[in-house]
């Protein structure tokens, strides 16, 4: 029985760094790719699902987010695109949303204060609002992990992903940082656990290196693929990974 | 009379339908102030955020009066996402019992989950919408992808369902595209796909 009719996505995910488009490895040992107006017109030629913009600079200076980097976003595409990196306030939230973006994401704002989160859902909707979460995985135990200070979080990981459920975040950007940039497949130790309990759509992020490992993330229930490595450092097109999806019955626009 | 405008209100996210007007070189104006919208024959009322700040904002600015008065007059207006549902009576997902432009009977409701089967909410992504028997719209170019772009956790109930011209499914069938007269609205954004240009082009040259 077929139930929805919705898409399962693969999302590009752009990692910024000072303008410059970067990938990384287990969330550092940045490597330069290329810049940030090119990287979106190859996406946006490529007719992809949508994009995410990270802007990992913004909240490593405790800098105000970089508005230009929106406006390129908007300028060059219709797709969908949300941004995450330094949204400290619902004023940056409203001019990200101003700007163009469907989505914005939160991140390290939302350790200290996570009454942020239902204000900005209160204001904008659920719908808006992605909560990014950075784990680790160490001894078989996850852990939140800190990306400005690259150091694991004495939070409790499953505890915290629960508590943004249930002040209603639109969706979460599940983000594995042992994974990350070494294009093995994604790890599926948090998703396995709270997948049952989280009613809301899971984007799942981190080391995607081939069509099959997209594959095994939506057969684990996962809502959307996070990727990037996979496009810029393999022999794998957009196209081809949807056309291996829709082979393998996966739902693809 | 001026042909096409796009409503300001506040808290909602103009520049992309405008870049989408740009991009089938459409003329538009965007108003924000509330008179201004009368001059217009057509009138797009984007939306993003919640019913009750969406709601807040149009009436701050004076526009919940004029755009009644705009559809009582016939001007035709093409609601998009949160701007489809302020154009019913009530939603689901007011905290104050906030009414809406009440342009339309019906309401608000949130989507049902159903996690057992895969039904996840806010409803994200790419969607295919599917005509329903009383369609007789000629907005959508038949050969094209019917795939659109959703972002909404909420869906109109129209009282009258002959006004519902295509579905969409997930879980349950709700209303993806609705036409009264004059008004007309999309849950999903045309803006920001290529076939949903077409409707966008479509809809500036209703006459």
């Known amino acids: 029985m077929n139930f929805t009719d919705l898409k399962k996505r693969i999302i590009p995910i752009i990692l910024i760094n000072d303008y410059q488009v970067v990938t990384s490895r287990n969330f550092s040992d940045y490597r330069v790719f290329g810049n940030l107006e090119q990287t979106i017109e190859i996406f946006n030629r490529r007719d992809v699902d949508e994009i995410i913009v990270l802007d990992i600079s913004s909240s490593k200076k405790k800098s105000l987010i970089d508005l230009n980097i929106l406006k390129i976003m908007s300028k060059n595409t219709l797709m969908p695109f949300s941004y995450g990196g330094g949204i400290k306030n619902l004023n940056d939230i409203e001019n990200c949303l101003n700007l163009g973006c469907d989505k914005i994401s939160l991140n390290s704002s939302l350790r200290k204060n996570k009454n942020f989160l239902k204000e900005a859902v209160n204001e904008f909707g659920s719908q808006a609002i992605t909560v990014s979460v950075d784990y680790i995985v160490e001894n078989s135990k996850a852990f939140l992990y800190d990306h400005v200070s690259s150091k694991k979080l004495d939070f409790n990981l499953i505890d915290f992903i629960k508590s943004v459920y249930d002040l209603n975040c639109g969706e979460i950007l599940l983000s594995s940082v042992n994974s990350d940039g070494y294009l093995n497949g994604y790890d599926f130790f948090v998703l396995n656990q709270i997948r049952s309990e989280i009613d809301c759509p899971i984007i799942l992020s981190g080391g995607c290196g081939k069509p099959s490992d997209m594959l095994n993330a939506f057969e684990n229930d996962a809502d959307a693929c996070g990727a990037g490595s996979i496009f810029y450092y393999t022999k794998y097109g957009y196209q081809d990974i949807k056309k291996f999806l829709k082979e393998k019955q996966i739902k693809i626009r | ?207």
């Not at chain 2, 526009?63 to 019913?88: E, R, W």
């Not at chain 2, 009440?102 to 909410?121: A, F, P, Q, R, T």
């Open chain 2, 1 to 207: 009379m001026k042909k096409v405008c796009v409503v300001n209100y506040g808290i909602n996210n103009i520049s992309s339908v405008c870049k989408a007007l740009k991009n089938i070189n459409q003329d538009y104006t965007v108003v924000s102030e509330a008179n201004k919208i009368l001059n217009f024959e057509n009138i797009i009322l984007p939306g993003v955020g919640s019913f009750d700040s969406g709601m807040y904002s149009m009436s701050k600015r004076g526009f919940d009066k004029y755009l009644k008065k705009a559809a009582s007059k016939g001007q035709f207006i093409l609601g998009i996402c949160l701007g489809m549902q302020l154009l019913f009576s009530r939603s689901q997902e007011s905290t104050s019992d906030t009414k809406g432009l009440n342009v339309l009977k019906g309401n608000v409701s949130k989507i049902e989950i159903d996690k057992h089967n895969g039904i996840y909410v806010p409803h994200v992504g790419w969607n295919s919408i599917f005509e329903s028997e009383t369609n007789d719209l000629n907005l959508i170019d038949g050969n094209d992808s019917k795939d659109f772009y959703f972002v909404n956790s909420y869906h109109v109930v129209p009282e009258d369902k002959k006004i519902i011209k295509y579905y969409f499914r997930h879980g349950k069938e709700y209303a993806a595209i609705i036409r009264n007269e004059n008004i007309i609205a999309t849950q999903f954004h045309p803006e920001k796909s290529k076939n949903g240009l077409i409707i966008l082009n479509n809809f500036c040259n209703l006459k």
